[in-house]
Each structure stands twice: as structure tokens, then as C-alpha cells.
């Protein structure tokens, strides 16, 4: 259509388009009536959000990016005022306005806005080449300054067609190249790409000519997703460039960019499908729970496939920096191959050991460090992946290449293989730990079975190590017992090196598992690589283990034995211990069963045996045959050992007085300073146990009497140690339990020996109380006969005198006198005698009256602390004479100067302690004085001590039960 400038003169032609005739003009003048009123709402509401705003050497983008220019820039300039000189041109969308700005020395600037929607969406301000000068404007337009706006589109519509179409990405930037050629009046365009190596390669060419020669070239970049793409240029030979040549081309440019964003994305989503196609078709076999082989030869073919077929390696880990090749597609090494990585490599394989992320390497020839990959493959760029299994690094996917840069996002697509191997794997592994713990719970079940059965411990032994080792894949296993001293002995093994029946010793300098067991018996031991351990191993050095895990035999909370498993490799699975110890727990089981029958049937036979001593100590036998009894006893409850009962004198000399399956001979006297266990009970009064008398004083008598261990126990009479039992053996140690067991029959034999001496002394001292009763009979008899009875003969016979000389006549007086003398006489005599029997004073006045009357006739000092009042009768009565027959021994026997006696109450107890200065010595045994005083005291069911050292004197305490104790008044 037609165009006319404001003052009706026909203006250049622009197409078209929807709205107003005067939209475009209308909105560009109130844009400069707001501007020059510095009204900041009015223009921001005439701005779109997205608004362009370019000069000649700027652009801004956005309202707020334009409008902080005009405030900073344009308004800043004092009178900055802007005139329309003109409308060059008009449509609904496209106003051209010539522009003169005040305070600027009137330059003339040609401005081109557009609309849309009612805003305005660009604006463009160019300077014309000479100001003032109305052709420059026109001349502007004439090269496209505002035509360029409706071709813009054209190219943009072809573009949306293209894609629309999904025609290839070549015709959509053809069709920019053809458009920048042709409104730049046929200039030479291309497009130009950056390669990897450096240099640029031309996708597409337009216009005359190859070569512009000594013309004039504009170029500008293409960016794609905020990277540089390439370069589009225009090129005039031997010509000049059209005005605002470089920001057009840079809208064109912009233009291909759109084009080659549009064409990655279709190749992108391509690539997207071909990926879930492959991810598909993989986890199709992991669902359907395919091989292992197989999977993983897909997963490498499948990779490849999306990575432009570069050579895809799948591997397993197998050690610390080891790896074995599984599947590969196009990788320089073949499946099976074993892979060490160095320690100092710097390489993708381990980076994903040392960190467990995905890692690439660009260009393998930078650094100066050592790559295996590059110098054995001759690798130049790689990328690999982790593959976790319960958060373990199971493996690595990696790609690999010749080249210097590996695509982007291979470490994304990688990583979805990964994924997916590793849930075939932990599927896998889910199925292999459900049916392991089948195979394992079938095993245990068979091994319990036996257990249950009570079968022979060799057939357990033997299906323990067979099951254990079916479990850990059929390598060695051996099940040991051990004997003490660091000594074990093989009892069964399935594939093991050394044969059941062997005894080994570990020496003290051994650091393996079975010094391990032994430092920890409570704990599994586990050395991975007996090659790596410095000094020697005895069971590599002889048997060429590599790993090994042994796990504890505990009975009773000891160690009885431990099973293991071996294997010449490095290691063995981390779950070793846990199966090892099922089934360790078991023959644990079984032997704790094995061992409670035999000890109900020691307990049994230890009963029985105990009952036929007890019987014979009931019956009152004969100390000789209850300590026959009881060696031939202890000897068979022990399985026949040797056993001994060895009694002690006073000075503690042991003499053997019964023996059974024993080489000492009866009578043997043995010391008591010595290190014999006889000795050492009798030194300690505890049981004793000597595991070896290797080194000791007595090791050559132990030796002539084949006497390798020992265990003694006290025979305890009355608070004395009267015997030890013992039992012996010319081999090892002697079972743990073997104090308590001899300590029955000790207390069994110091029962009979007790009552042996009980009947002894309850004999001797019934002859005792008969022999001072007579004697007690006859002294009064004689006191009386000699003494009262004399007296009183003497009196009658006085008395007849007397009568005879009165009948004479006489007075009689002298002969009445001499019977009254000898009547008196008999009185006090028989007083006398009846005072020795019990005093008056002890009768009227009391315990402390008795023993003050006793004291105050005897002739030497006599202490008398007295704190015991209200005491029974019979008490008093047992302790006058105590402590009266007590001071006539000192008076008679001790040659004392001085003498104590302290009577008090402790409890329900009277205490009565008798102490003196004599000479000592008292033996009760030697005397009727001492045990008639313990005759008195025992009568009354008390207890009598008593302390007499030669030269020190003598101590005596007498303690006497107090019953029904009558309060006290004071």
C-alpha cells in the first residue's frame, strides 16, 4: 500500500499489516512526548516487558534495562529534548520517524519502531551519515532499515514451516544464508562452524563467488544454549557493507541460532527415544531376570550404540585396584581380563575407586603423570561410571575413545546403564541371598538333626566342616580342638592341608588367625592376605594359606576349639564369619549336650559314690575304712586317676594314710615348707591346683611318682586342717570342676573323722565325769570320815566321859569341854565341805559375790572385772567353777605373780577371760585340771579356749550360752 510522510508526501512502501493506520505513529509519538516530560509510568506503560531498544552500538533488553539507559544515559543530558522532524514512513505495526535532538548540536537520527499488541516491542535509533541531510534517512531505508523487519518474519515463518515439516536442520539454516544474501542485495553469506580440533568448516554458502577477495566481510556469532555455535557473515567484494549491516546479521544470526536449537532438540528428543529404546530393552532382561553374561553384553552393545559407537567396557571390582573385564563392545581389551591400576594413576578408573562418582578425562595426553589407559590402549578421552550394590562399588561402565572430547551428557546415559546393572545385580543378589539362605538353613538343619540325635562327635565333626565349606564356596574348612599350651588338634577338615589327628603349635612370634583366637577367644579372627604380613606365619610358610577366617568354640565361656576356613587367594567373603558361627554354635551345642550328660552321669556316679562313703560314716566305721573309702572313690569318680589322703601332725608334716591307683606309697611323710600341694593346702587352708611342678623343689619326687598335675583340697576338723585330699595325673591339666568335686568326699571325711573324734572324746569324757565323781565320792567320804566323823566320835565319846564322871560323883567339866571342842571342830569342817560344794556366798549374794569371796582367800593378786548381772542360776553356778578351777590350776601349776579376770556379756553369750604371768606351757592333753574344766564347759554347750606359750603365760576364754537373763535393776 501506499505511504505518505505527515505532510501528505508519498513515503517508501512496507507491507501490511493487522490494526490501526495509525497505531504505530501514534504510540511513537506519545513515546517522545513522555520522554521529553521525563514522564518514567507514561513510557514504562507504552514499553512491552520484553521490549528491544537498540543504537548504534548498544542493545538493551526489556523494559527495565531500556528504561535505566533513559534514565542514567538520555535524561542526564541537561534540555535533552527530542523533535520529529518527519514521518518517513507508517504502517499499523512500522512507524520510520526522523529525529532531531535539542542540546545534541541537532543531530538527525532515523528511528524505526514497532508494535505489537499495543505496545511497542522494538525500537531501533540509527545516526544518519550527515546530519541535516534528508537523503541520508532515505538512503537508510533504501538498504531494508525497516523492510528488513517483514523479511525477519518471512525467514522466521519458513523456519516454523521447516520444523513443522521436520525437514533436516541443513534446509532451515540454508534458508537463513539465502535470506541474509538476499537482503543484503545479493552479498556473500555463509555460515561458518567451529569444530573440536580448532578449525571452522562451512555448513552453508550463499550468494556469488567463493572468495570476497579485497571486499569488505560482517560477521556475527551464533550462540546456542549460551555456547558458542559458529559464525554467519556477509561479504561485498570489492564494495561496502549496507547500513546497520552488522545488527541485522546479528537478528539473522539469532535467527539460526533458533534453527539449530530447534534441530538439537529434534535430534535430542531422537536421541531420547533411541535412549529409553535401549534403557527398555535392557531392563527387559533384568525383569525377566536374564544371565548375567547376557545383560551384560547388552548393556555394553546398548551404550555403544548411543555414544556413536565408541568402544563401551563393563567390569567387575575384584580388589582394592583390581578389575575384571565382564563385557565390552569395541574396547581395546577382551572379557576376562584381569586389570590392576596403579597406585600413582590418574586415570577414570581411579578416580571412581578413590571417589565412587561418575569421572572423565578430556584429553589424555595433558599431564605428565602415568595413565595405564593411555600408554596400554592408547586411550584419549574416557568416561566411566560406578555401578553401587548396596552401596558397595561393585563395578565400572565406561566409554572410551581415540578422540580428544567425549560427548556431553555421557555420563548421564552411562549412568542409567549403571542403574540398571546394578539392580540386575541386587536382584541377583536377592535371589542368590534367598536361595544361600535356604542351602544354609538346610545345612544347619541337617548338622541340628545330628546334634539332636546325640550322634558320635566324630560323624558331627565331619558334616560340620563338609556343610560350612559347601557354604563358602567349597574351600578349605577345618575344625580344631584346642588342648592349651597354644597346641590344637585337627579333628575333622574337608579339603584342608593338614589331615584330622595332627597336633600343631603355634609359636609365640605367629600373628595368624589362631594367635588371634587365642589373644581374643571371644571374638572371629580374620587375615585377608597373609602375604602382605611381615615374619613368619606358620600356616602360610607351611601350608600356603593366603586368607583365612576362624571363628571361636566357646563351651561353658572357654574356648574349646574354633572352625576355620582357608583358601590360597586374598580374600574371603565378608559374611565368612557370620555362617562359620552358626555353625559354630552348634557343635557349641553339641558339646555342651555331649558334656551334660557326662556330667549328670559324673554327677550320678559322684552321688553314688558319696552315699556309699556317707553310709559307711553313718555306721560309725572305722577311720581306716572310710579313708580307703573315700581315696577308692575319688579315684573312681575321677576316671581312675590318682588319689591320696595325706593327714597332718601338729607341726604340720603330711603322712599319707590312704591311697588308690597312686604310685606314693602310705606313710610317706611329706614337709610342709615345701612345694608339693599337699604342703601348699596345709600352708594356705585352700584348695590348691599345680599344673605342672616342672621347675618347682619337688619336681624330681613328682617325676619318680609320675605326677605331672595335681589338685588338692582341705579336710577341715573343728576349724583345723587335719588332711588334704588329692588327686593327680601324669598328663595334662585336670578338669576345672575338679576342686568342687574333690571338696564332697573332703567334707564327707572330715565328717567321719569328726565324729570319730566326737565318739573318742565324748568316751573320755564320760570316763572323766565317772572318774571325778568317784573321786568326788571318795574325798567326801574321806573328808568326812577322817574329818566330821571323826569330830563327832571324838564328841560322843566326851560326852559318855562326862556322863560316867557325874554318875562318880565327879564334875565331868574337862571331858564336857573336849566334846564341845571337837563338836565345834565338826561343824566347821563340815561347813568347810560344804562351802568347797557350793559357797553361801555364791548361793545368798550372786556370781560377782562368789568369785569376790573366791579371790579374797587365794594368795596372790587377783584382778576381778565384773560386767554380767542378772544372770540364771546354772549360768553362775558353771561360771563360779570355771573360774574357780581355773585359778587353782594357776595357783597350783603356773608359778603366776598376778593374775585377770574379766566376766561380761556379748549378746546372748557370757564371756569369762582368765589371763596370767605364769610360765605357759598348759597342755589340756597332759592334765585332768584343763580337760575337767573343758568337760565342765562343754556340759553346758560352750566353748573353751585356750593360749598357753612357754614363758608367756597362759590366756583361757570361756564363752557360755546365756538363756532367760533376768533384768537388771539398779
Not at 579333628?491 to 583366637?517: N, S
Request: proline content about 5%; some cysteine.
Amino acid at each position: 500500500m501506499p505511504v505518505t510522510d505527515g505532510n501528505g508526501c508519498p513515503g517508501n512502501t512496507i507491507p501490511d499489516r493487522v490494526g490501526s493506520v495509525h497505531d504505530a505513529q501514534a504510540l511513537a509519538q506519545e513515546l517522545y512526548a513522555a520522554f521529553n516530560a521525563r514522564d518514567d509510568f507514561a513510557c514504562r506503560e507504552l514499553l512491552d516487558d520484553r521490549v528491544t531498544f537498540r543504537t548504534t552500538s548498544r542493545v538493551f533488553v526489556g523494559r527495565e534495562a531500556t528504561m535505566a539507559y533513559a534514565h542514567e544515559v538520555l535524561w542526564s543530558v541537561a534540555d535533552l529534548v527530542v523533535e520529529v522532524e518527519r514521518v518517513v514512513a507508517a504502517t499499523p505495526t512500522t512507524a520510520v520517524c526522523e529525529l532531531r535532538f535539542e542540546s545534541l548540536e541537532r543531530r538527525v537520527f532515523c528511528q524505526i519502531v514497532e508494535v505489537r499488541e499495543g505496545r511497542l516491542v522494538d525500537v531501533c535509533t540509527y545516526r544518519a551519515s550527515e546530519p541535516g541531510e534528508p537523503a541520508s534517512t532515505d538512503a537508510l531505508l533504501s538498504d531494508g532499515g525497516v523492510a528488513h523487519h517483514g523479511d525477519e518474519r518471512v525467514v522466521l515463518r519458513l523456519l516454523n514451516v521447516l520444523a513443522a515439516e521436520e525437514a533436516p536442520p541443513e534446509e532451515a539454516l540454508r534458508a537463513v544464508v539465502e535470506a541474509v544474501s538476499a537482503q543484503f542485495g545479493g552479498a556473500r553469506a555463509t555460515l561458518v562452524r567451529s569444530g573440536q580440533d580448532g578449525h571452522e568448516v562451512t555448513v552453508v554458502a550463499a550468494g556469488p563467488g567463493s572468495d570476497v577477495g579485497d571486499g569488505l566481510t560482517v560477521a556475527a556469532q551464533i550462540v546456542v544454549d549460551s555456547e558458542p555455535w559458529g559464525v554467519l557473515t556477509a561479504g561485498w567484494p570489492g564494495g561496502r557493507p549496507s547500513v546497520r549491516a552488522e545488527t541485522r546479521l546479528s537478528r539473522f544470526a539469532e535467527i539460526a541460532a533458533v534453527a539449530i536449537s530447534r534441530a538439537r532438540a529434534r535430534a535430542d528428543l531422537g536421541r531420547l527415544v533411541d535412549e529409553q529404546s535401549a534403557l527398555r530393552r535392557v531392563a527387559e532382561l533384568v525383569a525377566h531376570g536374564a544371565l548375567e553374561s547376557e545383560l551384560f553384553d547388552a548393556v555394553a552393545a546398548e551404550a555403544a550404540q548411543l555414544i556413536d559407537d565408541e568402544g563401551t567396557t563393563l567390569v567387575r571390582f575384584d580388589g582394592p585396584r583390581t578389575y575384571t573385564i565382564v563385557a565390552t563392545c569395541g574396547g581395546p581389551a577382551p572379557v576376562g581380563l584381569r586389570v590392576d591400576v596403579p597406585d600413582d594413576d590418574d586415570g577414570t578408573s581411579a578416580e571412581v575407586l578413590r571417589t565412587r562418582r561418575p569421572a572423565r578425562r578430556d584429553d589424555y595426553q595433558i599431564g605428565s603423570g602415568p595413565l595405564f589407559d593411555r600408554e596400554d590402549y592408547g586411550v584419549g578421552s574416557s568416561v566411566s561410571v560406578p555401578i553401587l550394590v548396596d552401596d558397595r562399588l561393585w563395578g565400572m561402565l565406561g566409554t572410551l575413545t581415540e578422540r580428544r572430547r567425549l560427548p556431553e551428557g555421557t555420563e548421564r546415559r552411562l549412568q542409567q546403564f549403571a542403574e540398571l546393572v546394578a539392580a540386575a545385580l541386587a536382584n541377583s543378589q536377592a535371589r542368590a541371598e534367598v536361595q544361600r539362605l535356604a542351602d544354609e538353613e538346610a545345612a544347619l538343619r541337617r548338622v541340628a538333626e545330628l546334634v539332636a540325635r546325640g550322634s558320635d562327635e566324630a560323624e558331627l565333626f565331619e558334616t560340620v566342616t563338609i556343610e560350612a565349606a559347601g557354604l563358602v564356596g567349597n574351600e578349605a574348612t577345618t575344625l580344631v580342638r584346642y588342648e592349651g599350651e597354644r597346641t590344637f588338634t585337627i579333628l575333622a577338615t574337608h579339603g584342608g592341608p593338614v589331615p584330622p589327628g595332627t597336633t600343631v603349635v603355634v609359636p609365640p612370634d605367629d600373628r595368624g588367625t589362631f594367635d588371634q583366637m587365642l589373644r581374643h577367644p571371644d571374638r572371629p579372627a580374620r587375615l585377608d592376605d597373609y602375604g602382605s604380613e611381615p615374619g613368619p606365619l606358620f600356616t602360610r610358610d607351611r601350608y600356603g594359606v593366603g586368607s583365612s577366617v576362624s571363628v571361636p568354640i566357646l563351651v561353658d565361656d572357654r574356648l574349646w576349639g574354633m572352625l576355620g576356613v582357608l583358601t590360597e587367594g586374598t580374600r574371603l567373603p565378608t559374611d565368612t564369619e557370620e555362617r562359620l558361627q552358626k555353625f559354630a554354635a552348634l557343635v557349641a551345642a553339641a558339646l555342651a549336650n555331649s558334656q551334660a550328660r557326662r556330667q549328670l552321669a559324673t554327677l550320678a556316679d559322684g552321688q553314688a559314690a558319696l552315699r556309699r562313703v556317707a553310709e559307711l560314716v553313718a555306721r560309725s566305721a572305722p577311720l581306716d575304712e572310710v579313708f580307703d573309702a573315700v581315696a577308692k572313690e575319688t579315684s573312681r569318680l575321677f576316671g581312675n586317676l590318682a588319689a591320696a589322703l595325706t593327714r597332718f601332725d601338729t607341726d604340720g608334716v603330711g603322712t599319707v594314710v590312704a591311697a588308690c591307683n597312686s604310685a606314693v606309697p602310705l606313710n610317706l611323710k611329706l614337709a610342709p615348707d615345701g612345694d608339693s600341694v599337699v604342703a601348699r593346702v596345709f600352708r594356705t587352708g585352700q584348695p590348691v591346683r599345680v599344673s605342672t611342678y616342672s621347675g618347682t623343689g619337688v619336681a624330681e619326687l613328682a617325676k619318680h611318682f609320675d605326677v605331672g598335675a595335681a589338685v588338692g583340697v582341705p579336710v577341715t576338723v573343728d576349724g583345723r586342717i587335719w588332711a588334704t585330699l588329692t588327686t593327680s595325673t601324669s598328663g595334662a591339666e585336670l578338669p576345672h570342676d575338679s576342686e568342687s568335686r574333690l571338696e564332697e568326699f573332703a567334707a564327707l571325711a572330715a565328717a567321719a573323722i569328726a565324729n570319730a573324734e566326737n565318739k573318742v572324746a565324748l568316751t573320755a569324757s564320760r570316763a572323766r565325769v565317772v572318774a571325778t565323781a568317784d573321786e568326788t565320792r571318795r574325798r567326801l567320804q574321806r573328808d568326812v570320815h577322817d574329818g566330821a566323823q571323826a569330830r563327832l566320835v571324838q564328841t560322843v565319846i566326851g560326852l559318855q566321859l562326862a556322863r560316867d564322871a557325874i554318875a562318880r560323883g565327879g564334875s565331868g567339866a574337862d571331858h564336857i569341854d573336849e566334846a564341845l571342842y571337837h563338836a565345834e571342830r565338826g561343824s566347821s569342817e563340815l561347813r568347810d565341805l560344804v562351802h568347797g560344794i557350793l559357797p553361801a556366798s555364791l548361793d545368798q549374794g550372786g556370781l560377782r559375790a562368789g568369785l569376790e569371796s573366791l579371790i579374797a582367800d587365794l594368795p596372790m593378786a587377783v584382778g576381778l572385772q565384773f560386767e554380767a548381772d542378772g544372770l540364771p542360776t546354772p549360768t553362775e553356778t558353771t561360771a563360779y567353777f570355771v573360774v574357780a578351777e581355773a585359778l587353782t590350776n594357776v595357783v597350783k601349776h603356773a608359778d603366776a605373780t598376778s593374775t585377770e579376770v574379766r566376766v561380761r556379756i556379748n549378746d546372748d553369750k557370757l564371756i569369762i577371760d582368765i589371763s596370767d604371768n605364769g610360765r605357759g606351757g598348759a597342755d589340756p592333753a597332759r592334765g585332768t585340771g584343763l580337760m575337767g574344766l573343758s568337760d565342765r564347759v562343754a556340759a553346758a554347750e560352750g566353748t573353751l579356749a585356750i593360749t598357753s606359750h612357754r614363758g608367756t603365760g597362759t590366756a583361757l576364754r570361756a564363752e557360755l550360752p546365756v538363756a532367760d537373763r533376768a533384768p537388771v535393776i539398779k
